[in-house]
């Protein structure tokens, strides 16, 4: 009896005849949001409920076209761009709004007909995750909780699109999808699907967009985009939620055209801005251990490079001293072609150097680090001396004073392989040099990359260097690019003001080619692609040189007196 009348009921409610736009007068969004009638939580006040705000106006004022429901500054809006710090809430924020869009869409008596659609054409609202497991573990989990515990909808096993005498607040969850009445179905799709062509999509949340692989950014925003307005007109909502990676991602894109382009609103805040229960004073420890990552991920200061190791890289300006091209300011550095006979007796030509007025201070203690290449890439050697240093550390939860060695570079010296000449580097003549550099000082220690090195560890040997040539697999690289990146962030090196003075050469100097070096995945160092000007042949050598130097007992402290406190700079 009880499902008899409970059949009635449906029944009943299906063949009352019902005018206008609205079958139910909706809710608000903020009301939806904190009534026990719907989802019954709490968005935080200031920013989380600034933006429901604004989405709500915005969806009133495309579904109703009552221009007193939305500001005018609002009403051309068809993209919202939240640049919000980790812990914002912004899975939250995705999932509530979505499933309004769901709620408003189910209120209407014929949502096709409002958008000139015909009978039971698809309505497609879409979640775009960072990968799969985002979208389907982590976003939709919360959508569909969203869902399940709002008082107003009801699940069901059967698809309610395709059921007669379905009501329009059930609701059937499949993998990645949701589906309601009137054929409108909510997806939980992610960047790294082949393709996003036959969506009918009036609302695309784009969620952490900013990690997207730029290409996948850039393809599912403009199919997307255009499938929307291609069938919606200006009726479309496109939400980006995300904190940066780097100033040139799409969130970072779409957030400034909010300061020109009228279709697009922008908000941003840091992660205690939005959620109260953070505080800056919670995060230090982060701060203190990654300055400018905790930046990035709580506060939306985005670095200027893809993926740069150094998210500020005006440091290394500031490590710089600046017009000092070599320690010795008479140095000549002549670019020669040599020619070394073969023992058959054929010779052949080579890519070398001579250096005139090289006088190095024979006071300092030493250190080399080179990186090798021969064909195609140059050879390059750095050297550097350390200039002892008393700085303050905590060691075991105690402060301390320690002595250190602060690098100060030296030379920076370029074998430069000739392409169209067919010239390669002239490893004898990276010996010599090294020879000419070893009987003037005391050089300690070296470091080369094993790649064409040995001869050259072999011959500074011979001088009573302790060299090595090592592989500088990805983990070591890792490690000594953080250790010069450290160097630089607490002012403990000295840079010299490199240049590249041939007008035809169009590459970096070795400064600027540092602040280019990228960090990928955590745990590899690379260079952007040669064709758009990367290298890192400079910065292999300067990042050897300055491990073996950092990392050596100081000498003869007792001649130097100047402390410097070493920690992180968090100046930006």
């Known amino acids: 009896m009880k499902n008899l009348l409970q059949d009635f009921i449906n029944l009943a409610e299906n063949n009352i005849v019902k005018t206008g736009a609205w079958r139910e007068d909706p809710v608000d969004l903020v009301t939806f949001f904190k009534s026990k009638d719907y989802l019954g939580e709490s968005p935080y006040p200031g920013k989380q409920t600034e933006l429901l705000e604004v989405v709500n106006d915005v969806i009133q004022y495309k579904l109703t076209g009552d221009k007193t429901a939305c500001d005018e500054t609002l009403q051309q809006i068809t993209e919202i761009a939240c640049m919000l710090g980790k812990g914002s809430g912004k899975d939250f924020l995705a999932s509530g709004i979505l499933a309004y869009m769901c709620y408003i869409l189910c209120c209407m008596n014929d949502p096709q007909g409002y958008f000139n659609f015909g009978q039971d054409e698809p309505i497609d609202v879409i979640n ?3 990968n799969a497991y985002q979208a389907n573990s982590v976003f939709f989990k919360k959508f569909k909780a969203r869902l399940t515990n709002c008082g107003w909808f009801k699940k069901v096993l059967y698809n309610p699109a395709e059921t007669p005498g379905a ?26 699907a082949d393709s996003f062509e036959g969506f009918n999509p009036l609302v695309v949340i784009f969620d952490e967009i900013a990690g997207f692989e730029p290409e996948k950014a850039e393809d599912s925003y403009s199919i997307l985009r255009s499938s929307a307005l291609s069938r919606y007109n200006n009726n479309i909502l496109l939400i980006f939620i995300s904190y940066p990676r780097h100033e040139g991602d799409m969130m970072n894109m779409k957030f400034n055209e909010s300061f020109t382009d009228p279709q697009v609103y922008g908000i941003t805040g840091a992660s205690w801005e939005v959620n109260p229960t953070i505080s800056r004073e919670s995060l230090q420890k982060d701060y203190e251990r990654d300055p400018e990552g905790s930046a990035l991920k709580y506060e939306c200061i985005a670095p200027k490079y893809a993926e740069g190791l150094f998210k500020f890289p005006e440091r290394i300006d500031d490590a710089i ?21 073969l023992h058959n007796g ?14 190095l201070d024979p006071a300092y203690t030493y250190y080399i680090g080179g990186d090798g290449g021969v064909n195609t890439d ?14 303050e550390v905590t060691e075991e939860g105690e402060t301390v004073s320690k002595w250190v060695n602060k690098p100060v570079e030296d030379l920076l010296i370029e074998w430069k392989p000739s392409k169209k000449d067919r010239l390669p580097v002239d490893l004898l003549n990276v010996a010599d040099i090294l020879e000419q550099i070893c009987t003037q000082v005391f050089v300690k220690k070296a470091i080369f990359d094993k790649f064409n090195s040995a001869d050259v560890v072999q ?17 070591f690289q890792v490690q ?18 490199h240049t590249i003075d041939d007008p035809e050469d169009k590459r970096r100097n070795a400064n600027e080619e540092l602040k280019y070096i990228q960090l990928i995945n955590g745990n590899k160092i690379d260079h952007p692609p040669v064709k758009k000007g990367g290298s890192k042949d400079f910065s292999d050598a300067r990042c050897g040189a300055a491990w073996i130097c950092s990392t050596d007992e100081p000498e003869a402290v007792e001649n130097w007196s100047m402390p410097i406190i070493a920690g992180a700079n968090n100046r930006r």
Not at 170 to 190: D, G, L, M, P
Not at 323 to 330: E, R, V
Not at 459 to 475: C, H, I, Q, T, W
């Open 321 to 341: 001293q600046l017009g000092k091209k070599a320690q010795c300011s008479g140095l000549i550095i002549e670019e020669v072609i040599t020619t070394r006979t």
């Open 459 to 475: 011959r500074l040997m011979m001088y009573g260097v302790d060299a090595e040539d090592k592989n500088f697999s990805n983990p």
């Open 128 to 130: 775009v995750a960072i």
């Open 346 to 359: 054929v010779q052949k030509h080579f890519t070398g150097l001579q250096l005139h007025n090289l006088v």
């Open 480 to 497: 000594i690019y953080q250790n010069l990146k450290g160097l630089i962030y607490t002012s403990n090196i000295e840079l010299l003001d």
């Open 378 to 391: 140059s050879y390059a050697i750095c050297l550097m001396h350390g200039e002892p240093t008393l700085i």
């Open 167 to 192: 009501l329009p607040n059930e609701f059937q969850t499949t993998k990645n999808q949701v589906r309601f009445y009137k054929n409108i179905t909510a997806h939980s799709a992610h960047s790294e």
